[in-house]
């Protein structure tokens, strides 16, 4: 752990959009993501989970960072390293992924 899983819908075709997330939190967490998981599915699905524990005396937490469904499409690549940071990284700073969206 962390763990984080994107799912993603095949007859969507967003198979490479999916493999594009994972390699830009990889690219900006390295080994402090300990597993990235690509999970094929159907009917329009793509979620973000993580899971993690907040501290080593914990039990391991699964929170949803992102749901397509939910948030009414795909999310900005700073958007969602924001939101595994601030459960992983706290105290990491993302440089330009820190400033303030346009939404």
């Known amino acids: 752990l962390p763990r984080v899983a994107i799912t993603y819908c095949t007859q969507c075709k967003w ?6 997330f994972g390699q830009e939190l990889l ?50 690549t700073k958007i969602l390293k924001q939101r595994l940071r601030n459960h992983i990284e706290p105290e990491k700073k993302l440089g330009h992924s820190d400033t303030p969206s346009a939404q």
Request: net charge negative; glycine share 10%; aromatic share 12%.
């Open 27 to 76: 690219s900006t967490f390295g080994t402090s993501i300990g597993e990235m998981a690509l999970i094929p599915a159907t009917g329009g699905t793509f979620t973000v989970y993580l899971t993690y524990r907040p501290d080593a005396a914990a039990e391991a937490q699964e929170v949803l960072l992102w749901d397509r469904k939910a948030e009414g499409g795909f999310p900005e």
């Open 15 to 20: 198979m490479l959009r999916a493999a594009y």
